[in-house]
Each structure stands twice: as C-alpha cells, then as structure tokens.
C-alpha cells in the first residue's frame, strides 16, 4: 500500500466515522462538546492505532449490498445474523472528554458527570439483560459502586439519545423504549368494524364478541342460526336473544328452556298435573271441568238420564241421589225405589181387631169382617146367604172377599187374578163375569177352563185408587134344573207410581 492510497484510505475511515457518529453528535453535544474538528481527529487517530478491525467491520456492516443495514448505534454480526449495539465507549477511548465519563447505552452512549456518575446504569430495553456498568474490565472501573437499593435510581440527568427503538417502541424521556399504544394514538390501521388491541410491540386488529371476521369486516354472527338457543332465537347486532315457548322458563345460562311447574302455582281447582310444557287439571268424581281447563264444576248427573233414579233424581254438588215417594225407601242399588211394607215393620196404626193390609207405596187397616144382612160369617174373609133363608133367594150363595195390589201404569193386558170353582157337581157348568166395579172397563174375565178363569187388566190404570170388582161365578146345572152364584169381591190397590 503506497502512502497516497493510505492516506486515502484514513480519509475514507475518517469521513466514515463521522457518518457514523456524526448525528450523535447533535445530541450529546450539551455535554460532551468540542470542536467538531478536535474530535474528527481524535476519531482518525483512533482508527489509525487501535480499532482497526472493529471499525472495518463496522464500515462493512453499514456498506450497502449486504443485505442488511443496521440503524445507528448498531452493526451487523454476521455469525449472530442480527444487529448489535456498537459499545461506542470500548471502541472510543475519547469518546468523552475532560471529566465526563462514558457511558455505552443501547444504540448510543453518554458522556455523564464523573460525580453523578455513582451507579450503575441498568438500561432497560425490552428484552435486555440488566446490564451494569461500568466494566471493570475495560480499564474504567469506578471505585464506589454502591449496592443502593433497586428503587433509588440513578439520578442523573436524563439525556436524550439519539438511539432508536425497534419498530413498535418509542423512546421515551428517561431514554428507555416505550411501547407504542398504536390504538390509542390513533396510529393502528384497523378496520373501522375492528377493535385494536395493543400489544407489546405491535397491536392487533380484532372483532368484538358477537362478530367474527369475514372478508376483513367484522359481521354479526347469526347465532340464531347456529342453533344458539333451544327454542326462540332473537338475533341481534353483536349478540342474541334466547327466549321460550310458553309453559317454557329461560335457564340462568340463557340459552336452555325448562318446563315451569305451573303446578306450584296451583292453578287447577282440583288435582294438577305437571307435563312437558304444560300442565293438565283434572276434576274429582262428580265434577267437570270447564272450558278455562282450571276450574271443576259439578256434574249434573240427573240431566243425564231420566232414568237414572226409579222416582226423583236430585243433584248435589260432586254427587248425586235418589230419592223415593213417601210409602218407599231406596234399595241399596241407590237408584230404585222398594215399598216400606209397614205391615212388617210395625209401623202402622192398624189395631189388634184390624188387618195390616201392605201394598206398594202404602198400606191400609182392614176392619173385622162384617157380613151384611142376611149374610152370615162363614170365615174370616167370606159371608154365605143361607139357601134355606128366603132373604136369600137371588143373592150369591157366597161373597168371598179378597184384597190385591196393582202398580198404576201396569202395561196391558196383564193376568192379574184367578179364579176357579171348589165344589163341582155333576153336569154343572160355570161362567164367570165381572158383575160390578167395572164401570171403567179396564178389566174383563177371560175362562181358562171349564171351572177357572182369569181377570185380566185390559186397559192402564192409573193410581192411587182403589176399585172394587165382584167377581162372579155363576154355576148352571141343568140336569137338576139349579144355577146359583159366589162372588168374589176383590178390593184392588191402585198404587200412586208404577213400582
Ligand atoms: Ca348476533
Ligand atoms: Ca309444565
Ligand atoms: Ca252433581
Ligand atoms: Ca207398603
């Protein structure tokens, strides 16, 4: 290497240098000032004695085409394929004048008071080590370095630097890097349909809850759609509704329905049955339920059928009766209606001559026989005209009497009576008629036999009544030239009803 192309390489460092340093110098200018061109020469000494290799490399570093290009403050290490800080206090041993001491900082370095100069100086840039200095292994070890507590910080001066922070940071006051709140200095390019997020270093663009992002825009999600809700879905805008049929309540959670025990509310007059989504009432024996579906009425059993009593059917609330005319009492079947035979039961004012006489509905005191004139008592229940007794002559041999019940109504025609001759004497015959009592016609004699016949009921009766019929037997005997007659008189009880 000749002297001029040495010379000009000194040139080159020098300029370079400066290049390198030069806009530091603005800023730590306050306190390490000087002339410009004291300094520049300190830097070609420099360079001409010591930091030869660090200095080329630097210069290679910053030399374009490499790739990669470090901010000031820094240079490329190959082997660590990353910029790192250049310790500007190692590589320049004045780099400080007079008193000021050198302090390297990340990117940068400070030229700080030999007296405020007490602590370490812990950078703190995210990502950074504690670094402590200085170093005792660089020829500037300082005596005192207290172990003061971490919350005393140093208090010296705060000295801007010219040192940059990685992209997202920003330098702050006390020289340390800052992450930048994009979102909250507006500086973010998030949709206006996002929300940014700040996050160390950068910041994220993100959709709030209830939209998700599509095509770059942040659009509701249906939920409705997706089955959100068990039954009734309400979208809307970032959220969703759920709410339920009726008989349904909302879970706390907010999507599920459950079926309400309406139930606990007592709500049906009677008996409550919970079912899914509803409730069902039902009414006890007796009762219906209305319309509204809650409330139990009575039943009208009697409307039903008019044949659900024999008699009267009376309505009651939840039930109902039957209930039987005076001279009844109503069978066990509850329904139909029996005679009180008071002739059994001594209840009665039948005296001791008398005769209780039951029949349906009643009853009735039958007096002593009494045979009317020229009739004498024969029996208990009949009277006989002597033939001998001229009194006798055209009357009935006998008069039998005879006592019978009828339901009124009795369907028609009906057998209701017989009657037949005892004594039979040769060649007689007989022939029966009703010989008093019919006025009304409802009966007639049928002959059954050559000594019996049959009353027959021929047309409805109605009762109460009480109709006496003779019955009249006639016996002709014309062999001996004889015909005479007996009587029956059959009282008959005509009930009030038809049971
Ligand atoms: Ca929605
Ligand atoms: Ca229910
Ligand atoms: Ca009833
Ligand atoms: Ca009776």
């Not at 009425?297 to 005319?325: K, M």
């Not at 009921?457 to 109709?467: A, H, M």
């Amino acid at each position: 290497m000749n002297p001029g192309s040495a010379l000009a390489s000194r040139r080159i460092v020098g300029v370079a240098l400066r290049a390198l340093l030069g806009r530091r110098g603005g800023d730590l200018g306050r306190v390490s000032s000087g002339p410009k061109r004291a300094e520049d020469m300190r830097g070609v000494r420099f360079c001409s004695s010591r930091m030869w290799p660090a200095l080329i490399f630097t210069l290679l570093s910053i030399q374009p085409g490499h790739g990669q290009t470090c901010t000031e403050g820094f240079a490329y290490d190959r082997r660590a394929r990353q910029c790192i800080d250049v310790d500007e206090c190692r590589i320049l041993p004045d780099a400080c004048r007079g008193d000021m001491r050198c302090v390297n900082q990340y990117g940068g370095y400070l030229c700080l008071p030999q007296g405020l100069y007490s602590q370490p100086i812990r950078p703190d840039y995210p990502g950074q080590v504690e670094q402590v200095f200085p170093d005792a292994s660089d020829g500037y070890s300082d005596t005192a370095l207290p172990d003061r507590p971490r919350s005393a910080e140093p208090s010296y001066p705060i000295i801007r630097t010219s040192a940059q922070c990685i992209l997202g940071y920003a330098l702050a006051e006390d020289g340390t890097c800052n992450d930048i709140d994009e979102c909250e200095t507006n500086s973010h390019h998030c949709n206006p349909t996002q929300v940014c997020i700040n996050t160390a270093g950068g910041y994220t663009c993100s959709c709030t809850e209830g939209y998700w992002l599509i095509g770059g825009q942040c659009q509701d999600i249906d939920e409705c759609r997706y089955g959100y809700c068990q039954q009734l879905c309400a979208n809307v805008p970032g959220s969703y509704s759920c709410s339920c049929n009726r008989g349904f309540i909302l879970d706390p959670e907010g999507r599920a329905c459950r079926d309400v025990n309406e139930c606990l509310d007592q709500p049906c007059s009677h008996s409550c049955f919970n079912t899914y989504g509803s409730f069902m009432c039902s009414c006890e024996e007796g009762f219906e339920l209305t319309s509204d579906g809650t409330s139990c009425i009575d039943l009208d059993e009697c409307s039903f059928s008019e044949f659900l009593c024999q008699h009267r059917c009376v309505n009651a609330p939840g039930s109902f009766s039957c209930i039987c005319p005076p001279g009844y009492y109503v069978y066990e079947d509850g329904r139909s209606c029996e005679d009180i035979n008071e002739c059994d039961t001594g209840n009665n004012t039948c005296t001791t001559e008398q005769v209780c006489f039951n029949f349906q509905g009643g009853h009735t005191c039958l007096n002593p026989l009494q045979c009317p004139p020229p009739y004498i008592e024969v029996s208990d229940n009949q009277c006989m005209c002597s033939a001998e007794n001229p009194a006798c002559r055209d009357k009935p041999f006998t008069i039998l009497y005879r006592h019978m019940d009828l339901s009124s109504g009795r369907i028609v025609p009906a057998d209701i009576f017989q009657m037949q001759a005892t004594t039979r004497y040769p060649g007689a015959f007989y022939i029966f008629q009703i010989k008093s009592g019919n006025e009304g016609r409802e009966f007639y004699m049928r002959q059954t036999s050559n000594v019996s016949a049959t009353l027959v009921l021929s047309r409805p009766i109605k009762g109460p009544r009480e109709v006496v019929l003779d019955l009249e037997m006639v016996t002709i005997n014309n062999v001996i030239n004889f015909r005479g007659s007996s009587i029956i008189r059959l009282t008959i009880f005509v009930s009030a009803h038809p049971f």
